[in-house]
């Protein structure tokens, strides 16, 4: 199992099998992002692309997401959908 210093956490969780990404935005989350953050993120972007009604194929709504989920791994203000309580860690 490869281990990674998760930078949503702070500290060493199992790491994702593969880059999720294309490029340098996959390859920083693979070395950064431990899988329970990644899978939260996913879980997360779901609820915001439904909430939103974000058509993907508008890089506008990509670029928000991008956005959106750098300041989640960065433990920054992040939108959340509208009555989002997060479970305990």
Not at 29 to 44: C, G, L, V
Not at 72 to 79: H, L, R
Request: proline residues 7%; contains cysteine; hydrophobic residues 35%.
């Amino acid at each position: 199992m490869r281990m990674v210093f998760c930078r949503k956490y702070q500290k060493e969780l199992p790491g994702l099998g593969q880059a999720p990404l294309p490029g340098e935005k996959g390859r920083v989350i693979f070395e950064s992002i431990s899988e329970q953050a990644w899978q939260e993120w996913q879980s997360n972007q779901t609820m915001l692309i439904n909430e939103h009604r974000l058509n993907l194929m508008d890089p506008n709504a990509r670029q928000w997401l991008v956005t959106e989920m750098d300041r989640f791994f960065a433990n920054e203000n992040y939108a959340k959908p509208a009555g989002y309580v997060p479970k305990d860690r």
